[in-house]
């Protein structure tokens, strides 16, 4: 049981510790909006957001914040409680790390990063501790989006309805590691744990 706590703690931390290094690294090498190709189907490209995964914005960001950071107390209480239970499947523990581990990583985006950076204007890059101070209050920082997989794209033909002659681009959405490690707990879990978390009398069943 020890082992998988090991195992959980490491998962967290490991995914925070190079989310931040590469966010930090985006934020002092490359200015807002610098486009990296890297190869056709993958562009380092260096955005802000306010708001929740993958660019999306939803309501007040500091309610968004405050949420992010009492949901992510509610899933570390909720491994430890349930961490022992031989029960548990391991890959179930995964799951809520990489969501813990994510959650966590663009917290500390919106907690710190409007202190410890400037936000000067392209094709100036920010500076980490600045002598004349942040770019804004505690809380209110932005997260730092980076990763940029436009995989393919096509102009839709006339004749369809609505959308015809429009560009398609696939995949849009500007991320970043922590949004990938969410995303990837989430879908690992619908698919192979939806069990577990399909009401409380199915977990009272598997983990009581």
Same mark, same amino acid.
């Not at 490209?45 to 309610?63: P, R, V, W």
């Given at each position: 049981m020890r082992s998988r706590g090991a195992a959980v703690a490491v998962i967290v931390l490991l995914i925070i510790l190079l989310d931040q290094m590469l966010k930090i690294w985006v934020k002092t090498s490359f200015y807002l909006g610098e486009d990296l190709r890297i190869f056709s189907w993958f562009h380092l490209l260096? =955005?802000?957001?306010?708001?929740?995964? /993958?660019?999306?914005? &939803?309501?007040?960001?500091? @309610?968004?914040?405050?949420?992010?950071?009492? @949901?992510? @107390? @509610?899933?570390?209480?909720? =491994?430890?409680?349930? &961490?022992?239970?031989?029960?548990?499947p391991a890959g179930y523990l995964i799951c809520l790390a990489l969501i813990t581990a994510g959650a966590a990583g663009n917290i500390i985006d919106c907690l710190f990063y409007g202190v410890i950076f400037n936000n000067p204007y392209p094709p100036e890059v920010a500076t980490l501790f600045p002598a004349s101070g942040g770019y804004a209050p505690l809380f209110m920082g932005k997260v730092v989006d980076m990763l940029f997989f436009p995989l393919f794209s096509f102009t839709w033909p006339d004749?369809? #309805?609505?959308?015809?002659? $429009? $560009? /398609?681009?696939? /995949?849009? #959405?500007? /991320?970043?590691?922590? $949004?990938?490690?969410i995303s990837c707990g989430i879908v690992i879990l619908i698919i192979f744990y939806h069990k577990c978390v399909q009401s409380p009398s199915m977990l009272a069943k598997m983990f009581g």
């Amino acid at each position: 049981m020890r082992s998988r706590g090991a195992a959980v703690a490491v998962i967290v931390l490991l995914i925070i510790l190079l989310d931040q290094m590469l966010k930090i690294w985006v934020k002092t090498s490359f200015y807002l909006g610098e486009d990296l190709r890297i190869f056709s189907w993958f562009h380092l490209l260096f =955005i802000e957001n306010n708001g929740m995964a /993958f660019g999306m914005t &939803i309501g007040s960001k500091l @309610a968004l914040t405050l949420f992010r950071i009492v @949901a992510v @107390a @509610a899933l570390i209480w909720y =491994i430890y409680k349930i &961490i022992d239970i031989r029960r548990v499947p391991a890959g179930y523990l995964i799951c809520l790390a990489l969501i813990t581990a994510g959650a966590a990583g663009n917290i500390i985006d919106c907690l710190f990063y409007g202190v410890i950076f400037n936000n000067p204007y392209p094709p100036e890059v920010a500076t980490l501790f600045p002598a004349s101070g942040g770019y804004a209050p505690l809380f209110m920082g932005k997260v730092v989006d980076m990763l940029f997989f436009p995989l393919f794209s096509f102009t839709w033909p006339d004749w369809v #309805p609505v959308v015809g002659g $429009d $560009d /398609f681009l696939f /995949f849009q #959405p500007v /991320f970043n590691l922590a $949004d990938a490690a969410i995303s990837c707990g989430i879908v690992i879990l619908i698919i192979f744990y939806h069990k577990c978390v399909q009401s409380p009398s199915m977990l009272a069943k598997m983990f009581g």
